[in-house]
């Protein structure tokens, strides 16, 4: 949805610098981003800072860091704080119109009986009595503006045509209209999105650090799917993090029920990116985290495998790029797997049956075939002593590609009980 008459939509983002951005309002963020690149417009990061006692040091730095990783480069950015003789100005208008009144040492707006009626483009039409309004304060004893003085002001100033925020602020939007009528501006179009809550339905907040975009960054969540889940949060879409993510971003796909942040299911946004990647994305990716590179053959065998065993079950299921490390340290370095007692004569005679082509397909088969008939092993007391033999581990790829990877000679010393 556009406003009529503007083809270059301008949005912003206007995060307090009180603390981590986390999904929700990264999911706002992101939203704004792609509806301006898909449409040819603006994107401004603007930083509500107007009340400097909540501010959290290192705030700012790391909103922008935050916004970074997950691909949104603003067009502009500024602070509130940089603007107050802006906000001083839209005051002396106000009480020059008597559009306010004092409140001791505060100023208040005046609010005239009567309905408010707006659009919302997510909620739909929206009617306020003014009766049931407090008369908002505008501008604080201590002389700093209010939020809804600041906002609005700045709004109109740079030409803000979408205000798409979250709807915590929805009850707010009847006094914001107010305050654009007493100023004489024309309003935005507003979109208010649902609040993202946990896969409890708690609320997200920036000041728990559990949720904070920085703590998924240490869990091993990658920015692509990240982003890809967060915009199609709530809108009944499938999240796809190969896919343009601005051409699909529609403000009308959005349900006004508040959607759940599911690791779950972000992990499987993740796992299916993951899959499609190839070694060459993969080593751009790694190789400036200081990651070793991987071949070709390594990734497709291993991608499926990327699973690591941690003690938070939060993230069990998130497959991790990093995992790769393990495997490489497994498939590509001098290696002795795990041998038991038990296993190692017909350990031995798999290796004496390892024959040349049975690297692999159907040759592994009839490999597998030929031991199981010759041990009267079967099913995963077949299989579990020759992966333990190969990698130590009791998953991965299957045992063709192991063997290919491996080569013949690695992979019969490996089953002797050899470093290989």
Not at 84 to 107: C, F, H, Q
Not at 119 to 126: V, Y
Request: net charge negative; with cysteine; charged share 25%.
């Amino acid at each position: 949805m556009t406003e009529p008459g503007h083809t270059a939509p301008h949005v912003r983002f206007a995060p307090s610098p009180t603390g981590r951005l986390h999904p929700g309002n990264a999911r706002t963020a992101l939203v704004n981003a792609l509806f301006a690149r898909r449409h040819g417009g603006r994107f401004t990061l603007r930083i509500d800072d107007t009340d400097p006692e909540r501010e959290v040091a290192g705030a700012v730095d790391a909103i922008r860091a935050d916004l970074r990783w997950l691909g949104i480069e603003p067009d502009d950015t500024f602070c509130q704080g940089d603007r107050s003789t802006n906000y001083a100005a839209a005051m002396e208008r106000l009480r020059a119109a008597d559009a306010v009144a004092a409140d001791g040492s505060a100023w208040r707006l005046r609010l005239a009986p009567g309905r408010v009626a707006w659009r919302d483009a997510i909620h739909g039409e929206m009617v306020v009595d003014a009766r049931h309004l407090a008369e908002p304060v505008l501008l604080r004893g201590d002389g700093l503006p209010t939020y809804t003085l600041a906002s609005v002001v700045d709004d109109l100033e740079t030409g803000v045509t979408h205000v798409i925020r979250g709807d915590d602020h929805l009850t707010n939007t009847a006094v914001h209209l107010r305050v654009i009528e007493a100023l004489g501006g024309a309003p935005p179009v507003f979109a208010h999105l649902p609040l993202v809550s946990d896969a409890d339905g708690a609320p997200l907040s920036k000041r728990n650090d559990a949720t904070s975009l920085a703590r998924l960054r240490d869990h091993g969540v990658e920015p692509e799917p990240l982003a890809a889940y967060l915009v199609a949060l709530g809108t009944g879409h499938a999240a796809d993090a190969t896919a343009d993510l601005a051409a699909g971003v529609d403000l009308a796909a959005y349900g006004t029920a508040p959607p759940r942040f599911d690791p779950r299911e972000l992990a499987q946004v993740q796992d299916r990116w993951l899959q499609a990647l190839d070694a060459e994305a993969v080593n751009a990716r790694r190789t400036p985290r200081g990651g070793p590179a991987v071949r070709d053959a390594v990734w497709l065998a291993i991608r499926g495998n990327l699973l690591e065993k941690r003690p938070d079950d939060t993230w069990a299921a998130l497959p991790r790029l990093d995992a790769l490390d393990a495997w490489l340290a497994i498939l590509e370095t001098p290696f002795r797997g795990v041998i038991a007692d038990d296993d190692a004569a017909d350990l031995a005679l798999a290796a004496d049956l390892l024959e040349d082509g049975a690297d692999g397909g159907d040759a592994a088969v009839g490999w597998l075939d030929t031991v199981s008939a010759r041990t009267g092993r079967r099913g995963r007391r077949l299989r579990l002593p020759i992966r333990l033999a190969l990698t130590g581990r009791p998953d991965g790829p299957p045992l063709g590609d192991l063997l290919a990877i491996l080569g013949l000679e690695r992979s019969r010393r490996r089953l002797l009980g050899e470093t290989a």
